[in-house]
């Protein structure tokens, strides 16, 4: 990266960040209640670091090979307290590779999958943290289980010691304004607050909101927004692996 880039990448982050103690107090919520995941998804692992040096702790990856490529060249992350997020789909049959290797996964959307996870947790590690991905918006393309299963697979979640679960994460249907989110930020609100009294317990955190709508999703109670592009701007294309 040029100094030109970084210095560039240190005017997103701090927009970002000031837009979101906006959102916050905007909503009559504490700025500190809300946790930023910088995206860092098909960027170099040095734009990673440029935003690490800035202050920036949590990273949001999307793809596990490339996600393991960076925590490989940047172990000090990991060291000096930043954490990795994983908050793209995994295949059951990758689960190995992601258990015990973020701080939190975003994307539980099966039965299948929260056991292979849990099995593949080295014994006495600690738990691992987990979020239950819901297709918010009953898109057929898109990851996530339908709002129907979530009380199967909450309570088989719960069945497994190995792993924790904090909440829920959304990707609602992709919209030009913002705005047009927000009745399916509120939605999964409404899910975490009836999953959480019909099984007795907390789940403190909601994952929703993005690059083009994090501000609706603050409102309607995020604890963590997953924002990639307005910080380290457009992404090149994915090239498969
Ligand atoms: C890519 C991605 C983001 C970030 O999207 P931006 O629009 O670039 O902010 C957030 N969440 C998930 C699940 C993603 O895949």
Redesign the pocket.
């Known amino acids: 990266m040029t100094e030109g880039e970084k210095q560039q990448l240190g005017e997103r982050l701090a927009t970002v960040r000031e837009r979101l103690v906006d959102a916050a107090r905007a909503a009559g919520r504490r700025p500190e209640e809300i946790r930023l995941v910088a ?1 860092s ?1 098909l960027h170099p692992v040095e734009a990673v670091q440029a935003a690490f040096a800035l202050g920036q702790r949590a990273f ?1 990856e ?1 793809y596990v090979q490339e996600a393991l490529a960076k925590q490989e060249a940047f172990p000090e992350l990991a060291a000096q307290g930043g954490e990795w997020h994983c ?2 789909h995994v295949q059951t049959n990758k689960a190995k590779d992601v258990a015990g290797r973020f701080a939190l996964i975003h994307t539980v959307d099966s039965v299948k999958f929260a056991e292979t996870l849990a099995r593949r947790l080295a014994p006495g590690a600690n738990r691992q943290a987990v979020l239950v991905q819901v297709n918010i918006g009953d898109e057929a393309q898109k990851a996530g289980v339908p709002e129907s299963d979530l009380p199967r697979l909450v309570e088989s979640i719960l069945n497994l010691p190995r792993l924790e679960l904090r909440g829920l994460m959304c ?1 609602p249907p992709f919209f030009d304004d913002g705005e047009a989110a927000r009745p399916f930020f509120a939605r999964l609100r409404v899910l975490r607050d009836e999953t959480a009294a019909r099984f007795g317990m907390t789940l403190p955190e909601l994952s929703m909101g ?3 709508d994090f501000v609706q999703a603050v409102r309607e109670g995020a604890t963590i927004v ?5 910080i380290f701007g457009p ?1 090149p294309a994915r090239t498969t692996a």
């Open positions: 995206v998804k949001g999307n908050i793209g990707l993005m690059s083009g997953r924002i990639g592009s307005d992404r």
